[in-house]
T-cell receptor, first 114, second 114 residues
Framework: DAGITQSPRHKVTETGTPVTLRCHQT?????MYWYRQDPGHGLRLIHYSYGVKDTDKGEVSDGYSVSRSKTEDFLLTLESATSSQTSVYFC?????????????FGAGTRLSVL | GESVGLHLPTLSVQEGDNSIINCAYS??????FIWYKQESGKGPQFIID?????DKRQGQRVTVLLNKTVKHLSLQIAATQPGDSAVYFC?????????????FGKGTLLTVNP
């Protein structure tokens, strides 16, 4: 998975609890992305980062926040998880200089909110 | 693995046949296109890309065709093998600008029958 590690791979949590998902890359790519994948919707962008401490919202950002304090790490936080956030979450990386627009994906985190 | 195949168009082929997977995109300004393969329980994997100044590009057993007039992409897989069974996504992007966001299609589930 192109030097991308997502953790945890599986998580079950309760409604109202905070959850943080981690994406770690060893490729020194500038851009990092968080997507969610749900049946019937395909991949939808939650947030992305274009550098350390530089982030922006995607199409489904409500209820999520992100942080990027180092090039290699991009964190996705659900401040108060809801059942509608049950999904599979994918991190991706890209670099316009190193790899054109190609995004490389991690293996995913399956999150269940009960 | 997770049910990423729910609600998706499906294509079923016999092993050894050629497969053609189609994709329509909506943004006439998009100038960069990618195909991904996603096996059950895994993250999307880059297959092949094409820029808008090309109509066709070939890889190993795969060919991508681009018709900008009707905003249509196709992925052709030669001599389809059981290992090709997966969900296939197309994605498009604007390669210029300050971000490199991809817009993903919902995907097609390819099943290869032995």
């Amino acid at each position: 998975d192109a030097g991308i590690t997502q953790s945890p791979r599986h998580k079950v949590t309760e409604t109202g609890t905070p959850v943080t998902l981690r994406c770690h890359q060893t490729e020194n790519h500038r851009y990092m992305y968080w997507y969610r994948q749900d049946p019937g919707h395909g991949l939808r962008l939650i947030h992305y980062s274009y550098g350390v401490k530089d982030t922006d919202k995607g199409e489904v950002s409500d209820g999520y926040s992100v942080s990027r304090s180092k090039t290699e790490d991009f964190l996705l936080t659900l401040e108060s998880a809801t059942s509608s956030q049950t999904s599979v979450y994918f991190c991706a990386i890209s670099d316009p200089v190193l790899a054109k627009n190609i995004q490389y994906f991690g293996a995913g985190t399956r999150l269940s909110v009960l | 693995g997770e049910s990423v195949g729910l609600h998706l168009p499906t294509l079923s082929v016999q092993e050894g046949d050629n497969s053609i997977i189609n994709c329509a995109y909506s943004n006439s300004a998009s100038d960069y296109f990618i195909w991904y393969k996603q096996e059950s329980g895994k993250g999307p994997q880059f297959i092949i890309d094409i820029r808008s100044n090309m109509d066709k590009r070939q890889g190993q057993r795969v060919t991508v065709l681009l018709n900008k007039t009707v905003k249509h992409l196709s992925l052709q897989i030669a001599a389809t093998q059981p290992g090709d069974s997966a969900v296939y996504f197309c994605a498009d992007a604007l390669s210029g600008g300050s971000n490199y966001k991809l817009t993903f299609g919902k995907g097609t589930l390819l099943t290869v029958n032995p």
